[in-house]
């Protein structure tokens, strides 16, 4: 059985920065991409950012310039340094590690709130 698990979430002022972390445990299969989604309330979730096993990286527009996503394959841990963060940045960030057969795995989620 496959864990993943987010810390790092947090309350913070905008302009501020907040690192996120995940960590996967267990029978874990080979990921062969790693990635944060978001959901704010009344939205759906959404990507934020994702990672493959050979260090490409997607970013939504949105984050483009002020997130940066990393990768430990040793490890099987993603991060989520976030800077210049803003009101719109909060939700509930959700880990996702999806194998080569597709079959993703989510974690519980972590809550990052924006606000002054």
């Known amino acids: 059985q496959v864990q993943v698990v987010e810390s790092g979430g947090g309350l913070v002022q905008p302009g501020a920065s907040l690192r996120l972390s995940c960590a996967a445990s267990?029978?874990?299969?080979?990921?062969?991409?790693m990635g944060w989604y978001r959901q704010a309330p009344g939205k759906e979730r959404e990507l934020v950012a994702h990672?493959?096993?050979?260090?490409?990286?997607n970013y939504a527009d949105s984050v483009k310039g002020r997130f940066a996503i990393s990768r430990d394959y040793a490890k099987n841990t993603v991060s989520l340094q976030m800077s210049s963060l803003k009101p719109d940045d909060t939700a509930v960030y959700y880990c996702?590690?999806?194998?080569?057969?597709?079959?993703?795995?989510w974690g519980q989620g972590t809550q990052v709130t924006v606000s002054s």
């Open positions: 990672i493959t096993g050979v260090g490409s990286t």
């Open positions: 267990g029978s874990i299969p080979s990921f062969k991409r």
């Open positions: 996702n590690g999806l194998t080569w057969g597709d079959v993703a795995y």
